[in-house]
């Protein structure tokens, strides 16, 4: 009959046989390898190794490795997480709470019958959820630099590690890979980027990193405008830039200062304004918006002119004439609100008499034209008057003479600051 001790170090010794590369089972001839089981449990969770027995079995013990954790209901472990759950005539059971990574390798259950030593397997596989454990910090870059963002992750089988841009546009793939370069970034790229780790155990690991891309300003918005005398007048200037710009107003060469001369400047984010409480004759005239950031400047010009209305129209040689409003700037010249690829603007010679009539003088013509859609530029636009006629259905309508052609739209209109003259 075996002493405990020494059958405890025979069977420690018999289970050594048994890890991997050693294809030998004692108490068997055969030299196939006794079956291995599988059992796998999430980091954290608990861990149930089981061993079938009969009534034959004599002892019994459960090993990790060579590492002897419980000989029948006595434990050798020291491991306070490692208990057995059953020990009966038909099972032999220990529980692994709280499992971790270095819990994970082969388990040995060793029985003794009839004087013959016996051993099953089981092989203890620990998943880890994905964890992201380094990624880069938010970062702040001038456009056309290069950049390298990180996002290194752990878990057990090993994460898929993804990279992607969260743009104004939604999300956009980026790449499949721990490090993401971007060479000669663009102001487009800036934003968010977000890494996610994935390997199918639990949710995915999501983390961002913010990328700011400073680029110097450019002026996205900047109109002329309308304003009658004695009207509020407003000229707005809006630039694009990072870091914001900072907005100054010209007149000339002179800068306008905050509440000087009936003017006001208010600058907010993106967009600055220049409003006129009561415009005079001395305001109107060209304008420079100046944005300026530590990367650079820019500059456009807005005209602020004399607002008039339409009071009649004629046909040129080209398409249907177009209704868009027109006004009229200091210059005379006509300033068309639709757009189109070439332009050409004149100013009728003379004056017309009330309802047709020859005489006193009520009012000038101004013309403006565009070629829309037009390649070829079209021949000048010339307006005349023929103070002579004196009839017509309305002021103006057979005395007014255009001359040119490749015009898809001519409106003509009269300027009311004349019909005070005598």
């Known amino acids: 009959m075996y002493h405990p001790a020494c059958w405890i170090v025979f069977t420690a010794t018999t289970a050594l046989l048994f890890i991997p590369g050693i294809p030998t089972r004692a108490g068997e001839r055969a030299t196939a390898p006794p079956k291995l089981d599988r059992h796998t449990s999430r980091q954290g969770q608990q861990a149930l190794l089981r061993c079938t027995v009969d009534d034959r079995v004599t002892r019994v ?26 020990n009966t005539k038909t099972q032999y059971s220990i529980k692994i709470h709280n499992v971790d990574v270095y819990d994970e390798g082969p388990y ?12 099953s397997r089981v092989h203890l596989i620990v998943q880890v959820p994905p964890q992201i454990v380094n990624i880069s910090s938010d970062i702040t870059v001038n456009e056309g630099s290069s950049v390298t963002l990180m996002c290194l992750a752990f878990g057990r089988p090993e994460p898929t590690v993804t990279w992607r841009h969260l743009s ?31 390997n199918d155990v639990a949710v995915p690991d999501v983390r961002k990193v913010k990328v700011t891309v400073n680029y110097p300003p450019y002026i996205s918005n900047a109109k002329n405008t309308g304003a009658s005398v004695g009207q509020k007048g407003i000229l707005q200037c809006e630039a694009s830039a990072v870091p914001v710009a900072e907005f100054q107003w010209f007149k000339e060469d002179t800068r306008l200062a905050n509440g000087l ?4 400047i208010e600058s907010k984010g993106r967009l600055s304004t220049l409003t006129f409480f009561n415009v005079s004759e001395k305001d109107y005239g060209n304008y420079t918006c100046v944005a300026t950031n530590k990367l650079g400047n820019t500059n456009a010009s807005i005209i602020l002119y004399v607002h008039v209305h339409k009071i009649g129209a004629a046909r040129s040689h080209g398409e249907d004439v177009s209704e868009d409003e027109i006004d009229i700037a200091p210059s005379g010249h006509a300033q068309p609100g639709g757009g189109g690829q070439q332009a050409r603007r004149s100013r009728a010679h003379g004056c017309l008499g009330e ?20 390649e070829e530029a079209p021949g000048e636009l010339q307006a005349s008057l023929e103070p002579g006629l004196r009839r017509g259905p309305a002021p103006g309508e057979h005395a007014l003479r255009l001359h040119g052609a490749g015009f898809s739209w001519v409106l003509c209109w009269q300027d009311y600051r004349q019909l005070q003259g005598g």
């Open 61 to 86: 013990a459960w090993l990790n490795r060579s590492t002897i954790l419980y000989a029948g209901n006595d434990k050798w472990s020291i491991d306070n997480r490692v208990v057995i759950l059953s």
């Open 261 to 264: 001369e009936g003017v006001r």
């Open 355 to 374: 309802r047709g009539r020859a005489g006193k003088c009520a009012a000038i013509w101004l013309c403006g034209a565009e070629a829309v859609g037009r």
């Open 108 to 119: 040995t259950c060793s029985v003794q019958t009839d004087n013959h030593p016996k051993t």
């Open 168 to 198: 104004g546009k939604g999300q956009g793939f980026v790449s499949e890979d721990e490090y993401l370069e971007i060479t000669g970034i663009t102001r487009e790229q800036s934003g968010e980027y977000e890494c996610s780790a994935v």
